[in-house]
């Protein structure tokens, strides 16, 4: 993840933040993850949201299934 500085979180528009009050950035796939995690944290309607804002920008983050070598995602079968 690349280091956001102050200058340039205030320069990114309030669509490139998914929680209240510009909080959680998510300019870039690593930041969306962080921001994911972060959220599952505080829980409630925050991680609601914030899973909502980060899925419309990144649908495949968060998916549970599996990253392949051509960067294909694909299920992985629960063993039971």
Do not use: C, W
């Amino acid at each position: 993840m690349t280091k956001l500085s102050s200058k340039t979180r205030n320069r990114l528009p309030a669509k490139d933040f998914a929680g209240p009050d510009r909080s959680f950035p998510i300019e870039d796939a690593s930041h969306a993850r962080a921001a994911l995690s972060r959220a599952a944290h505080k829980g409630g309607a925050v991680e609601s949201k914030v899973r909502a804002a980060v899925h419309r920008k990144f649908p495949t983050i968060g998916e549970g299934g599996k990253k392949t070598k051509r960067g294909v995602r694909r299920r992985t079968r629960s063993r039971a």
